[in-house]
């Protein structure tokens, strides 16, 4: 039994399980085990060195990796806080081996995270061992005190035997991924246990506990052997939700929006639904929804949500610059809380196109800037917890290419999230509006509509996707008053997200669309309801709508000289995007793109004219979503069209 190193014993969660672990392998004489074998320090963050030091001590670090291993040295160089803050000065000898120790810590925590539990790292400070240094040793610092770091990273071991039992019964390992032969990487096997204490409390087991761990590696097969017993206690209910925190929110309405429902069995996925959907509601800075430690008289498990309020009022603004499209600022104010109940108010306002005919060449001529004013009010819980009323009013003067248009529209509708992938909205919208174009001046329009749009969403982060689906229908059906004309425009995409590797260093995301407008002729359907391509959010590297048919590019008798040469817009559009983001660094991401679309008068698309963009763009990541910068080049470039685009934003481009 000489080549086995054994734990068992008795724990309750995952800081005992480190600690199981821990001792699976000793890198170390048996007399120093208990030196850095420190439960709560064997996945430890980097220290930190105050700027002023009593009795400062500088010192070098070398690290030496005996064994060539892929990967591992870097690995191992940024686990190393002595290689990490070398420039920077610890406090006296004892400060050096105290830092020393805990990377001693650190690197052998580096090994077990990669399935190498029979490594040897030793530290050597002025040629000595530390595991042979008195606490007061002392070294010579009146020059950089030489350290040396020497790795020896031992065999790569797997998993043998798992043996996992709950209440006696046995328990598949296979689908935590602890199956014979795979990883034995400590924190993968961490993860495999936390990940069945999940599954365990989702079935409604809150108090569910390891009672017997026992972990043997063996060095002579390179193997480690699991046997863990779990205790999974018996299903609780739910019972009453209880809040505190609250300011001006009404407690009752709180505990009403996280929808717990009492007696509905126990469930983390439960109470981490609630906290979302608290935290949603825009109000809270802070939302802690937990379950009670112990079960009430009634063999209920009470809820316990804590909350911080937001500030009641805020205020924002913004500026946006296009190489053809100008400037343009915006404003916005916001009441989050009107009556209580999260109740929202914003007022926004928008002025653009300032400059534009002074800086592009190729746009058509414009009459002042563009204006935009609205109003949103929105009202959640309308209909449970997963709803929310929206209701506005916008009114506008834009003038894209393809068209003059002022409106004023009123919408009333609900969101409704009918799970955490699928959402359903449906409103009701009145608009009146009128539009000029090559062949018209302010003809009048009065439209009223029930736009319904329902998304299918698996996206791991909404702002930078590395993997997922985004799968989106829409359907608008309209009734046009003045020319008694019904139509109806509908539209599909869909996005998908491939990672290549675990770190997301290579993304491969690719996105296709396709919308189609019936029940009316063209000329008959107003300018702003038919399809056009090009821009930002469609084919970049064309201007916004340049993608399509065209009017002619001379004025013809009765025609309005203002468009010539501008896109009349179709029936049908066809988009598709895809992108290859790849890291050049943690926090720059280098994203080529390739974009295509075409724009029909017929249900399909005339893909004969089919438009492509090609580019490259930059993103740096930052804490909410990268920043994101694209410059597009139309390949085939039409009248309206520059050289180039440049785009900006926050997230990816889809």
Do not use: C
């Amino acid at each position: 039994m000489s080549g086995l190193k054994r734990w068992a014993g008795t724990a309750f969660g995952l800081p005992a399980m480190a600690f199981g672990l821990g001792l699976v392998s000793a890198p170390a004489p048996a007399d120093a085990l208990p030196k850095f074998l420190d439960p709560f320090n064997l996945f430890g963050s980097r220290e930190e060195t105050p700027s002023d030091l009593p009795d400062p001590v500088r010192y070098t670090a070398t690290l030496n990796v005996t064994q060539d291993v892929d990967g591992l040295e870097k690995t191992l160089t940024k686990a190393s806080s002595l290689v990490a803050d070398e420039k920077e000065a610890v406090s006296g000898s004892l400060g050096l081996l105290a830092k020393a120790r805990n990377d001693r810590r650190r690197l052998v925590a580096t090994l077990y995270e990669n399935s190498r539990y029979d490594g040897l790292v030793t530290i050597r400070i002025e040629g000595r061992d530390i595991a042979d240094l008195a606490p007061d040793a002392t070294f010579d610092t009146s020059r950089p005190v030489p350290v040396e770091i020497t790795v020896e990273p031992g065999p790569l071991f797997t998993l043998g035997t798992v043996r996992i039992t709950a209440n006696g019964v046995p328990v598949d390992a296979a689908p935590y991924d602890l199956a014979p032969g795979a990883s034995a990487d400590s924190t993968r096997i961490l993860a495999s246990e936390a990940r069945l204490l999940t599954d365990l409390r989702n079935e409604g087991r809150p108090f569910v506990a390891v009672t017997a761990r026992n972990i043997v590696a063996d060095s002579a097969t390179n193997r480690i052997d699991i046997d863990l017993t779990v205790s999974p206690g018996p299903p609780v209910p739910f019972g009453q939700t209880y809040v505190t925190g609250t300011q001006r929110m009404e407690p009752g309405f709180v505990a009403f929006m996280a929808g717990i429902e009492p007696g509905s069995t126990f469930s983390t996925a439960t109470l981490e639904k609630a906290r979302k959907r608290l935290v949603d509601l825009g109000v809270f800075s802070t939302v802690s929804v937990k379950a009670g430690d112990a079960q009430v008289d009634d063999g209920t498990l009470p809820v316990q949500v804590t909350v911080a309020e937001r500030k009641l009022r805020v205020f924002g603004a913004g500026a946006t610059f296009s190489n053809t499209e100008g400037g343009g600022v915006n404003a916005y104010w916001e009441h989050r809380n009107l009556f209580g109940r999260a109740e929202s108010l914003r007022l926004e306002g928008a002025v653009s196109r300032i400059g534009a005919d002074t800086i592009s060449t190729t746009g058509r001529e414009l009459d002042g800037f563009d204006y935009k004013l609205g109003a949103t009010f929105k009202k959640p819980g309308v209909l449970g917890p997963d709803s929310v009323y929206v209701g506005s009013i916008t009114a506008l003067t834009e003038q894209p290419l393809a068209y003059d248009r002022s409106s004023i529209a009123v919408s009333n509708g609900v969101e409704y999230s009918i799970d955490d992938r699928q959402r359903l909205t449906v409103a009701v919208k009145a608009e009146y509006e009128t539009i000029t174009d090559y062949l018209v001046s302010d003809e009048e329009f009065l439209l009223a509509s029930v736009p319904v749009t329902y998304t299918f969403d698996t996206r791991d982060n909404k702002l930078n996707p590395t993997k997922g689906f985004l799968a989106s229908l829409s359907a608008e059906p309209t009734y046009e008053f003045e020319n008694s004309v019904p139509f109806v425009k509908a539209r599909a995409d869909a996005s998908a997200y491939l990672s290549f590797d675990q770190e997301s260093r290579f993304v491969l995301a690719g996105r296709v669309g396709y919308g189609i407008v019936a029940g009316a002729d063209l000329e008959d359907v107003p300018n702003d309801r038919r399809f056009y391509a090009g821009g930002g959010g469609s084919v970049r590297g064309y201007v916004f709508q340049s993608i399509g048919p065209y009017y002619p590019g001379f004025a013809l008798p009765g025609t309005n000289a203002r468009f010539v040469d501008t896109p009349i817009g179709g029936l049908s559009v066809f988009e598709a995007s895809a992108e290859l983001r790849f890291k050049v660094t943690d926090n720059i991401q280098v994203v080529p793109f390739v974009d295509a679309g075409a724009v029909g008068d017929d249900f399909a698309p005339d893909f004969s004219k089919l438009k492509i963009g090609a580019g490259v763009g930059a993103r740096y990541m930052t804490s909410f979503g990268p920043i994101r910068v694209d410059v597009g080049v139309p390949l085939d470039p039409g009248p309206r069209d520059s050289d180039f685009q440049i785009y900006a934003g926050i997230g990816q481009a889809f």
